[in-house]
């Protein structure tokens, strides 16, 4: 089955669970206040003066659009397929490249998608881009045989255009930066010249450059402790944890289920059966889960199945040391360096500036010989600046909110940028902010939305809308 299929039978059935306990699948509304944000190490001076502000209420209320190192803005606009300023001859230059546009999907679910596809292992992009959004970024392919396969893709999901083919890959990190379009719906209580000062503040002065809860893995915002548990060495208790902890915003179904995981934990085939309805949502979760059962006591084989995922929990823990000193930094009024390392080095200098978390966490010095077993973590010096600087092209206050049009360089998070601006709301819309559907570029004066918004309909919707009804 390809992925329509399989989410319209994962849809299907949880139509069914939802008939039986509606309570289930209530979703509630979450606001990223500031207690909220210093449990993931985010230190915000004056936040509780922000406004309100919900994101993503449409998929085409954020919008992002990557710019390479070298070339032109990867537009989302719906063009040709083949790239009319490029030749194209795979026989000599073995790289095809792509835009790739897409909505509702990430692009790691899009690229898995691909290869699918094309029956390919090498594709190639250099930043994950939001999937709650509209995005475009520059792909790379290699053994592609014929471009009639490329044509041939066809989602609901995504599509490629602007087709040419080079020399080279596209590399992680390869890329300057992205362009932003987003609408922030807010409330009556939105005060303009407040929100208008603090702005020009942020864009003379910068803001602090924190890793954002993306980083923690949403919805369950819990996986810097895997991260954790495999430093030490507690292999097992990283795929307990994976497999049968709550995420803090889950469904209730979900909490639930994965409840149930955790009391069947070591009996494979009934965890088994238990996530089988589940192919894509817990695709990770059953892979672990199918090597388990061939091999019971086999914790670190399991994880390894997930190369992806391991680098990313250990990325997320050192995300977290980060903010946390960050904070720390702000709230002992010390003067804040230019940059700070991550942990993932082996030289032990880096350590040092974590010292403090690392001994409350148990691992200084850090135990590389825990690490070993993956050889793919890729160990070496990373300095993170600690203010990041944001480029406004266009502001615009309308009655549903403010769309603000800027870029960031890379590896900065527009949300990083908006908390220093709003109170986030995520989750289920307040019933206080406006529902209509806005053509935020054509309100700027630039091209409608209209022709792409046509191209994804199947796949549009907004957060107030119960997909699950559709198949009752």
Request: charged share 25%.
């Amino acid at each position: 089955m390809n992925r329509n299929e399989l989410k319209e039978k994962e849809l299907k059935f949880l139509a069914k669970e939802y008939k039986k306990n509606p309570q289930d699948f209530l979703k509630q509304t979450f606001i990223e206040s500031v207690e909220f944000l210093e449990k993931f190490g985010i230190f915000i001076e004056k936040k509780k003066s922000f406004p309100l502000g919900y994101i993503k209420f449409w998929p085409q209320d954020f919008i992002v659009e990557e710019i390479p190192k070298i070339g032109r803005i990867q537009t989302i606009n719906v063009e040709n397929f083949f790239n009319k300023d490029y030749n194209l001859s795979a026989a000599r230059e073995p790289t095809l490249y792509a835009t790739l546009v897409k909505c509702g999907l990430s692009t790691i679910e899009a690229v898995q998608d691909l290869a699918s596809f094309l029956n390919l292992k090498g594709i190639q992009f250099s930043g994950i881009k939001d999937k709650d959004a509209i995005t475009a970024q520059l792909i790379s392919f290699r053994g592609v045989k014929r471009i009639e396969e490329l044509q041939k893709i066809n989602s609901p999901y995504f599509f490629l255009k602007n087709v040419y083919s080079g020399k080279g890959v596209i590399e992680v990190g390869g890329l300057k930066g992205n362009e932003f379009t987003v609408l922030v719906r807010t409330d009556s209580s939105f005060q303009r010249e407040k929100f208008l000062e603090n702005l020009r503040n942020i864009e003379e002065k910068g803001f602090l450059n924190f890793f954002y809860l993306q980083r923690f893995g949403t919805p369950r915002l819990i996986n810097f402790y895997w991260g954790l548990f495999i430093l030490r060495g507690e292999y097992q208790k990283a795929i307990l944890s994976f497999l049968g902890s709550p995420g803090q915003r889950e469904l209730p179904y979900f909490q639930k289920l994965r409840e149930e995981v955790k009391e069947n934990f070591g009996n494979w085939p009934k965890v088994e059966k238990i996530l089988e309805p589940f192919p894509l949502i817990f695709q990770n979760e059953r892979k672990i889960v199918s090597f388990l059962k061939n091999h019971p006591q086999d914790f670190i084989g399991a994880l390894n199945q997930i190369p992806e995922q391991v680098q990313l929990w250990l990325f997320a823990y050192a995300s977290l040391l980060f903010n946390k000193k960050v904070s720390l930094y702000l709230k002992q009024e010390a003067k804040l360096p230019k940059t700070l390392p991550l942990i993932l080095n082996k030289d032990k200098k880096d350590w040092l500036f974590y010292q403090e978390f690392l001994k409350e966490d148990k691992i200084f010095s850090i135990p590389l010989k825990n690490l070993k077993p993956f050889p793919y973590i890729q160990w070496r010096k990373r300095e993170i600046k600690t203010r990041g600087e944001v480029k406004i092209q266009q502001t615009k206050i309308i009655p549903q909110g403010v769309i603000l049009n800027f870029t960031l360089p890379k590896a900065i998070y527009a949300t990083t940028f908006l908390a220093h601006l709003f109170n986030l709301i995520l989750g289920l819309p307040p019933k206080n902010i406006s529902s209509l559907p806005i053509d935020t570029k054509a309100t700027l004066g630039k091209d409608s939305l209209e022709e792409i918004l046509n191209k994804f309909k199947e796949v549009i919707y907004p957060k107030t809308e119960n997909i699950l009804e559709k198949f009752i």
